[in-house]
């Protein structure tokens, strides 16, 4: 059964395609985690079956930097889809994020990293995620915004159960939900809701954090 | 441009061309299939959203003739093991991907050459496209349903009652019938089987969310597999139609069922300017 969709459509507000030259670094985005060192990810051998970084994911992330979806293998993770145009939805999957990580227990919490990718490939370029995660106070040291091709992006999309259909308008109508992933890339839980942090999540996510990092 | 070819004229197997273009040379695709073109035009949706206003304009492309056949999918995985059952990651198909076939690598008895091939999931369906040649993928919905809308003889046969009756008819047909093979009569655009045989895979399958609305007014479970989240939509005439919808949009993409298969598309070629 598919979880509760949560859909919306409003206004669009990106009008202007301007043409952007990405600068592109070769770091990787660092999804660090102060405090323990969890175990180096393996990511030289192949992912279990049940992971969704079989899936070979090509993204660039707020600040231009290129890199593959598995890059957050090794660590604990969530994952949702976004778009930068959105209104209404979007800040309250943001809110939701924000209070999940700062409703964990203190040792963890605000140390989760979360990687937000964008559906709208035309529009969500590096700098306008990074516009996005400076209005909302978004700390690099766990938020990545990223975007990818759309290829790619309707593939994630069905790797993560999320439906996104773009509009005439240019806004999406999708479902939000939050992901929490293991460090070897499994979907343990998900959840719809949104604006508020949904305690019996938080409490998988503390759960899974203290199952990795002891 | 013309925008609405005579479908004679639009009946162009391209394969050909396209080995020539995409590869330089023709073995550079490993491809059996015929591919016939479908010119650019427009056309009226059954999504409300899209067809509110006025029709949507679809690019040209290339489609497979018929739908993939079990002989022509297990040519694909003996290219690439991967997607051989049991090898392919659980992310990717459900336990009963390809389980009519005998073995991962032998069709055996039970599973004929010529029958599409079914109990496949999108991924291993787009990943069959992929491999059909540069810019290989599964149709759009509005691709699938541009061409699914014709009939011999008119390539947009959905005000005939008639028609109508005749493609609605499949779905009460029993499902434990055999699987025919593919081929038979084409429609007006020279593709066959878009009615009748099977159910297929799109590309934007989990784009489409009309059932998002009229999901929230019952019990899900009971929305799932059946037509009856069509009913909201308010277009009865195009009720084979919205049945093909509300199952594409129940599924998630490591599904495989029975008579879920697929057909590709590829681009077409437009030649030097």
Known sequence: MKSPATTHIISAILLLTSALSILIASAAPQFAIAGPTPPPPTTTTTPPSGSIYALKVPLTDHHGRVFTLDAMRGKTALITMFYSG?????????????????????NIRNRVPILMVSFDVKHDTPEALKAIASERHLDDAIWTLARSDERHTRKLAALLDIQYRELPSGDFNHTSVLILLDAEGRIVGRTPMIGEADPAFVKLVAKQMAATSP | MTLRSPPRQARVVVSGLLALCIGGAVSAVA????????????????????????????????????????????????????????????????????????????????????????????FAAQAFCEAEGAGGRLPSWLEWERVAAADAAHTDARANPAWRAEILSWYGTASSVILANVGGMANAYGIQNMHGLIWEWVDDFNALLVAADSRSQGDPDKLQFCGAGAISLKDRDNYAVLMRIALLSSLKAVDTTRHLGFRCVIPVFKGPK
């Open chain 1, 86 to 106: 959105c209104q209404f939805v979007c800040p309250r999957i943001i809110e939701a994020l924000r209070k999940t990580e700062s409703s964990l227990p203190p």
């Open chain 2, 31 to 122: 491809r059996a299939a015929d591919y016939v073109s479908i010119a650019a035009g427009e056309f009226a949706s059954v999504l409300a959203g899209d067809a509110q206003v006025k029709p949507s304009s679809v690019a040209a492309f290339a489609m497979r003739t018929t739908p993939v056949t079990n002989r022509e999918f297990l040519e694909f995985v003996n290219r690439n093991p991967d997607w051989a059952r049991g090898r392919v990651s659980r992310v990717f198909a459900d336990t009963q991907y390809l389980s009519h076939w005998q073995l991962p690598r032998d069709l055996g008895d039970a599973a004929f050459a010529h029958q599409p091939v079914t109990r496949v999931s999108w």
